[in-house]
Nanobody, 123 residues
Framework: VQLQASGGGWVQPGESLTLPCTAS????????LGWFRRAPGKVRKFVAT????????YYLDEVEGRFTISRDNAKNTVSLQMNSLKPEDTGVYYC?????????????????WGQGTQVTVSS
């Protein structure tokens, strides 16, 4: 599976941004998917995850209620809708896929990673 994240950019606090991630390869619907981010000078951190069926999701506490992860298995895409963005949301965002199909917060459970897309929230 190859993953390609896009949609990053610069936005002001309070604005919204959607990050799509498109996958190539077979059996996309079997994979659990996740989004992680790396803030400047910090380690990569879990943000959101969704199970293979899309029925189960889980979020980092600080983004709960502001971010929504979704997937379209027919289009091989996973998206992260980010609302009410804050400066602390700044970072490089990565999409990832786990062949185990469930949803995971630990990055070691993911087998494939996209290249990352930069999100900057600043006034």
């Amino acid at each position: 599976v190859q993953l390609q994240a896009s949609g990053g950019g610069w936005v002001q606090p309070g604005e919204s941004l959607t990050l799509p991630c498109t996958a190539s390869g077979r059996r996309f619907s079997d994979y659990g998917l996740g989004w992680f981010r790396r803030a400047p000078g910090k380690v990569r951190k879990f943000v959101a995850t969704i199970s293979s069926s899309g029925e189960s999701t889980y979020y980092l506490d600080e983004v709960e209620g502001r971010f929504t992860i979704s997937r379209d298995n027919a289009k091989n895409t996973v998206s992260l809708q980010m609302n009410s963005l804050k400066p602390e949301d700044t970072g490089v965002y990565y999409c990832a896929a786990s062949s185990r199909g469930y949803y995971y917060t630990y990055d070691g459970e993911y087998d494939y990673w996209g290249q990352g897309t930069q999100v900057t929230v600043s006034s």
